[in-house]
């Protein structure tokens, strides 16, 4: 059933790749492939079945990815959670002659929520999958018992408690004992390791502080990234300057970081296909920008950058660039015949990167002399080598003619197009072979 049909429940933005459209300050806990939702007293709440569960510090995210539609449960209405169990599990009788395929033979967890207005319901979270049930149960009552959703950013450093005013260091105050014989020598040993476990707690403690600081200002630079979104397509008679400052700002924001990135911790088996839907999402703008194609090595280090320090392997970036042929996202993983492999979108056309290249062979410099893939790269604004695999794509389209110096490579345009095959020595007084002989006879 389709979350659209559970209006009982308020419902919850989904991205374009499909994945769960987090607030500000959530994070993904834990994810179950396949539950659903079912109340235990009231008949006329519609149960939600083959869902996606995603379990966050705020909420839990029932996605139902056929239909790309979800409906979210606050942890702040759950009331008290029960452990997870099977309905006849008490009874082996009944056990052993039931359907192994029937409800009663999965995991349930009984949920007391509180909904408006004043009323309780009973609902059952039933997991239809291979999953560790106590796990997901232990990081749910943790998310319910931390209520993230109600903590706001501390004013005070976090790095530990404020001295007091004028009060002197303990090390001064404290009497320093004469190092006398066996003892004493084993008393100064012992002060020593109590100072360096003491020095390495109060590291720790200011690494704490400086990463919750860091995911803060990662908030913080998501929600100005935001703003300024908004603000750019509510103006549009702001100047081109204002606008390049505007755009300067967001590139910055957006290369602070992904607020909570996925992880083999939180998504267990679906890991790769979380991941590629989450590297779907991110690569969209940054593929704007490039023109619609980068290649994979640049998009594994913005997307390592972005995720600060949950770094992935090439291996799972590949992987999960592979999974894009089974879901519907606007990019794809594309290899040329030269064995390189980049990202573009799926709008991308071949077709108009090769107007711009012959548009840039027909000039006079280029008929002469050619054109380098640092040429093209300027005009298309890529990478030299991105360029270089469009120049030689262009050559297999029978566009471009290639000559290999120790200089490296130049393209030509291909003339043997405009060559009469009956009468080769005809010069016509018009097209690219007349144009490239007027500009050799005017270079002599």
């Not at 419902?11 to 539950?35: D, F, K, Q």
């Not at 903590?151 to 001295?163: C, D, K, L, N, Q």
Request: a negative charge; one cysteine or more; charged letters at 20%.
């Amino acid at each position: 059933m389709s979350a659209a049909a559970a209006d009982w429940l308020p419902s919850a933005s989904v991205t374009a790749s499909g994945r769960p459209v987090l607030s500000a300050g959530e994070v993904e806990r834990n994810l179950l492939p396949l539950a659903d939702l079912e109340p235990e007293e009231n008949p006329r709440l519609a149960p939600l079945r083959g869902c996606l569960l995603a379990l966050t510090s705020h909420r839990l995210i029932f996605l139902h990815e056929p239909s790309r539609s979800a409906r979210g449960l606050p942890l702040a209405a759950v009331v008290h959670a029960y452990p997870p169990h099977r309905r006849h599990s008490h009874n082996p009788l009944r056990s052993i002659f039931s359907s192994s395929s029937s409800s009663s033979q999965h995991h349930r967890i009984r949920l007391q929520i509180s909904m408006p207005p004043a009323r309780s319901e009973v609902v059952a979270i039933v997991v239809t999958c291979k999953a560790d049930v106590d796990i997901f149960f232990g990081r749910l009552l943790e998310a319910i018992r931390a209520r993230a959703w109600e903590m706001t950013p501390a004013a005070a450093p976090a790095s530990g408690a404020p001295v007091a005013e004028g009060a002197a260091p303990a090390e001064d105050t404290a009497i320093r004992m004469p190092v006398v014989g066996v003892s004493g020598i084993l008393r100064m040993e012992q002060e020593s390791w109590e100072s360096a476990g003491q020095n390495l707690q109060d590291a720790f403690q200011d690494l704490n502080a400086l990463m919750s600081k860091a995911k803060e200002m990662m908030q913080l630079a998501e929600k100005m990234r935001l703003k300024l979104l908004t603000n750019s397509s509510t103006e549009p008679n702001s100047n081109d300057e204002e606008m390049g400052s505007k755009q300067d700002m967001q590139d910055l924001l957006l290369s602070v970081g992904i607020v909570s990135p996925v992880t083999k911790e939180t998504a267990g088996a679906l890991y790769h296909q979380q991941l590629s839907l989450q590297l779907a999402d991110f690569v969209r703008i940054p593929l704007d920008k490039a023109g619609g194609m980068m290649a994979l090595v640049d998009v594994y280090c913005l997307f390592n950058r972005a995720r600060g320090t949950e770094l992935i392997s090439p291996e799972d970036l590949l992987q999960a660039c592979s999974l894009w042929e089974k879901v519907d996202v606007p990019v794809m993983l594309r290899k040329f015949d030269s064995g390189v492999k980049v990202i573009q979108t799926k709008t991308h056309s071949d077709e108009e990167v090769f107007a711009r290249i012959l548009s840039l062979a027909q000039k006079p410099d280029a008929l002469q002399k050619g054109i380098s893939p640092s040429d093209a790269a300027f005009t298309l604004g890529i990478a030299p080598a991105l360029a270089k695999e469009h120049l030689l794509n262009a050559e297999n389209k029978g566009l471009l003619c290639r000559d290999v110096s120790p200089d490296g490579f130049r393209f030509f345009i291909n003339l043997f197009n405009d060559i009469d095959d009956q009468n080769i020595y005809t010069q016509k007084p018009h097209g690219l072979y007349h144009a490239w002989i007027s500009v050799s006879v005017a270079s002599q």
